[in-house]
């Protein structure tokens, strides 16, 4: 029983190209999250979702869109692909208030 | 501004010993702390936590301490087994705000035989 996942777990895409990846939850969490760790392994927030509604966007280019359809959904879409977006791409999730976030598998990212 | 920084990032330690991974952060208001394990190809899953209203906080083999007038934490892991082999990352958090975890760029502990 896989509590947070993630699809697809690999993604090569051309420069300029639109993607999404998707992120499900069955842990009955309020809050879903998305981080993306670069080459130099930084760790790093970009989203979080509370009960659908967005509480947490962290400087990042609005070429990144995050669309929460419910509560255990959380797709990240991204348009006009750049190299730079090349990362691993993770999905977490946690209740509110609740320290602990639950990550999913990570989505490997490659703009060639 | 790296917030959270582990400055060792890797370790070997043989089986049996104690490992010790550290982990210093600067931002005062900082209140409760994690530290994640990681398996490669795999998503950070949680391993240990502690408030600032405590000092130590134990589970198992696995103990974090933390020292605040210093801002530095460590997670002491004994007796380390090859198991343990994996990419530790500390985070922090201010809790009662959204919940936003920062993370140090990880220590890579190879537990040999």
């Known amino acids: 029983d896989t509590a947070v996942s993630q699809t697809p777990k690999y993604l090569v895409t051309q420069m300029g190209n639109d993607k999404s990846i998707k992120c499900e939850q069955n842990?009955?969490?309020?809050?879903m999250y998305w981080y993306k760790q670069d080459s130099k392994k930084f760790l790093k927030i970009m989203f979080s979702?509370?009960?659908?509604?967005?509480?947490i966007n962290e400087t990042v280019p609005n070429r990144f869109s995050p669309k929460s359809p419910d509560k255990a959904h959380l797709n990240l879409h991204i348009n006009s692909l750049e190299l730079g977006d090349s990362a691993v791409y993770f999905c977490?999730?946690?209740?509110?208030?609740?320290?602990?976030?639950?990550f999913g598998p990570g989505t490997r990212l490659t703009v060639l | 501004d790296q917030q959270v920084k582990q400055n060792s990032p890797s370790l070997s330690v043989q089986e049996g010993r104690i490992s010790i991974l550290n982990c210093d952060y600067t931002?005062?208001?900082?209140?409760?702390f994690l530290w994640y394990k990681k398996y490669p190809a795999e998503g950070p899953t949680f391993l240990i936590s502690?408030?600032?209203?405590?000092d130590k906080n134990e589970d198992g083999r696995f103990t974090v301490f933390l020292n605040k007038s210093a801002k530095h934490l460590s997670l002491h892991i004994v007796p380390s087994q090859p198991g343990d082999s994996a990419v530790y990352f500390c985070?922090?958090?201010?809790?009662?705000?959204?919940?936003?975890?920062?993370f140090g760029t990880g220590t890579r502990l190879q537990v040999t035989l």
């Open positions: 977490a999730s946690s209740q509110v208030m609740r320290e602990t976030q639950y």
């Open positions: 842990l009955g969490h309020d809050t």
């Open positions: 979702y509370n009960n659908k509604e967005l509480i």
């Open positions: 931002n005062s208001m900082f209140d409760y």
């Open positions: 502690i408030s600032s209203i405590k």
């Open positions: 985070a922090a958090e201010i809790t009662g705000t959204a919940s936003k975890l920062t």
